[in-house]
């Protein structure tokens, strides 16, 4: 192909010329032809790329079919329920309910009912009427020592950054909360203008970076935090360990998303990825995570404070149960992130296999509260891939009060999923810092898509809960949700994760599958001690298996 280019490239550019001296006008072709001789040159004697080497000019193809792939896959091939993270019939569904167009489906479904995986709900011969229902449950947030509840909505935006998203996108999102009464969380990456200044409720976000309250070392500044905690806006604080995208790794801000007003805000330096560190500095231990719990808890002036994780070793989340009943501090809500859950920008080893999926996580963080009967003071939110309102449902029936959505929310800004999130390149203006693409996002048209589909999910999850014979959110359970585990055997979820009794973990004999967990956990450390295992007498273990 070398040989073929350099041959061609002659003959080409001789009759171009000789073309020109018969017609003068011909030489223009010149324009055109010169650089992609030219390109075809520095592909040969480059050294980076061996496809562009060997076949000059044409290797370029390759590029471009690598970056269309992804756009050609997703509207001419894939089908509506095999798309990836989200699958066309699920984006399509929150489009519509954010556009408020008819969300209905013709002919049935188009799932197949007998594949393993398959979930639905038992539904009641006494369904109550949609209209004797209250399509706006609340949830009320705050445990004893919580001096300023918040009532919230069961459904609400999840983490996403300043930074991450655009400005556009960010006051889209605060906005539709303020018309649809529900909060929005400002992820980690600092309390911005762009979240007050619509008017809509904030969660507030501290990760291990501590953006908007930091030092220039990177360490917690209390004073900082507590001139914003306090604003009227701030309901509540959220403290987050660990992200269902990246647990165990900080979260990332590519450079090229770094404008001097993003620094500004996060208090960083420019031109360099804001990598927040894997572990916080403000704590070590579980007893010192709830010492700060209580100390963040007075400095907002007694709003509800509380954490986010996804779920990594059982035993470290029963050493902070543990550490709350030592104290009797308890943080006022829990946030469980599945390993599902999404992201800006993450290594591909940390998404796809790194943390506990929402399911079993969920259930687990249940029954521990329930077991250290601690589940009275903590609200539980559930977070990954809640974007209808049998996900919804589903989560309720695990245990978790309430839940958030971050790719639901993007898709009713207009979101495309086109993948392009960690690159600055956004087509549709939501995750970007790109001035001419986020232009395109018009906040007045869409702050209302997201109201509407906030509204439009709920509705459809209550509408779910009374088809049940159920009136709220919280009298749903797990026996109400079943699961194909075999072409030919459903479980309930009560039985693929049936429950403890609660007050079961306070004292020995624990539930058979809380023995182990329960023996290497401490509230002194967050680090397991496996050299306990062998302390275990198994003539003292529970014959309950639960």
């Given at each position: 192909m070398r040989k073929l280019f350099i041959v061609s490239a002659i003959i080409i550019l001789s009759m171009l010329i000789a073309w020109s001296i018969i017609w003068h006008p011909a030489v223009w072709s010149l324009v055109i032809v010169v650089p992609f001789i030219v390109l075809g040159i520095y592909d040969m004697i480059q050294t980076e790329h061996t496809i562009t080497r060997n076949f000059p000019v044409f290797g370029h193809l390759r590029f471009v079919m690598?970056?269309?792939?992804?756009?050609?896959?997703?509207y001419f091939i894939e089908s509506d329920t095999n798309g990836t993270p989200f699958n066309r019939q699920y984006r399509s569904v929150v489009y519509q309910r954010a556009k408020m167009d008819d969300d209905t489906r013709p002919f049935g479904t188009e799932l197949d009912v007998y594949e393993n995986g398959y979930e639905w709900l038992n539904h009641s011969i006494a369904a109550i009427d949609h209209t004797k229902l209250n399509m706006s449950p609340r949830v009320t947030v705050g445990g004893p020592d919580c001096l300023k509840p918040y009532s919230a909505s069961v459904y609400n935006i999840s983490a996403m950054s300043f930074g991450s998203l655009s400005e556009n996108a960010i006051l889209a999102l605060n906005s539709g909360a303020k018309i649809g009464g529900f909060a929005h969380n400002t992820g980690e990456g600092g309390l911005s203008h762009y979240h007050l200044q619509p008017g809509g409720d904030i969660i507030w976000q501290l990760g291990t970076g501590y953006f908007s309250c930091r030092h220039k070392d990177g360490t917690f500044d209390y004073d900082a935090f507590a001139q914003r905690a306090v604003l009227p806006q701030v309901k509540m604080i959220e403290i987050k360990l660990s992200q269902g995208a990246k647990p165990g790794h900080g979260g990332i801000l590519p450079a090229a998303k770094v404008t001097p007003e993003i620094a500004k805000i996060r208090l960083v330096e420019m031109g360099e990825d804001v990598i927040s560190p894997p572990y916080h500095t403000a704590f070590t231990n579980p007893l010192e995570m709830m010492d700060f719990i209580k100390k963040l808890r007075e400095l907002s002036e007694g709003k509800p404070i509380g954490f986010k994780l996804c779920l990594g070793h059982k035993s470290e989340f029963l050493a902070i149960c543990k550490a709350m009943i030592s104290t009797g501090i308890y943080p006022d809500f829990i946030t469980v992130d599945g390993g599902e859950g999404g992201t800006g920008a993450a290594?591909?080893?940390?998404?796809?296999?790194?943390?506990?999926?929402l399911r079993e996580a969920l259930a687990f963080v249940y029954d521990a509260l329930t077991g250290f009967n601690l589940k009275k003071h903590i609200k539980i939110i559930a977070s990954g891939k809640v974007a209808t309102g049998f996900d919804l449902v589903k989560n309720f029936a695990l245990g978790a009060d309430m839940c958030n959505s971050a790719r639901g929310m993007m898709f009713a800004l207009g979101?495309?999923?086109?993948?392009?999130?960690?690159?600055?390149t956004c087509p549709t203006g939501v995750a970007t810092q790109d001035k001419?693409?986020?232009k395109g996002l018009v906040v007045e048209e869409k702050k209302q898509r997201v109201a509407n589909f906030h509204k439009a999910t709920i509705a459809s999850a209550?509408?779910?809960?009374?088809a049940a014979g159920?009136?709220?959110?919280?009298?749903?359970?797990?026996?109400f949700i079943y699961r194909r585990v075999s072409s030919s055997q459903i479980q309930t979820y009560g039985e693929l994760f049936p429950y403890i009794p609660k007050g079961s973990l306070l004292n020995t004999p624990y539930p058979s599958?809380?023995?182990l967990d329960m023996a290497i956990s401490s509230e002194t450390t967050f680090?397991?001690?496996?050299?306990?295992?062998s302390q275990v007498d198994s003539t003292e273990a529970s014959a309950y298996v639960g």
């Open positions: 690598e970056d269309l792939r992804p756009k050609i896959y997703q290594p591909l080893e940390f998404s796809n296999s790194v943390g506990m999926p979101c495309i999923q086109a993948l392009e999130c960690n690159n600055n001419s693409l986020m209550i509408q779910m809960i009374g159920l009136q709220h959110p919280a009298d749903i359970h797990r026996m599958t809380f023995e680090v397991p001690n496996y050299t306990l295992v």
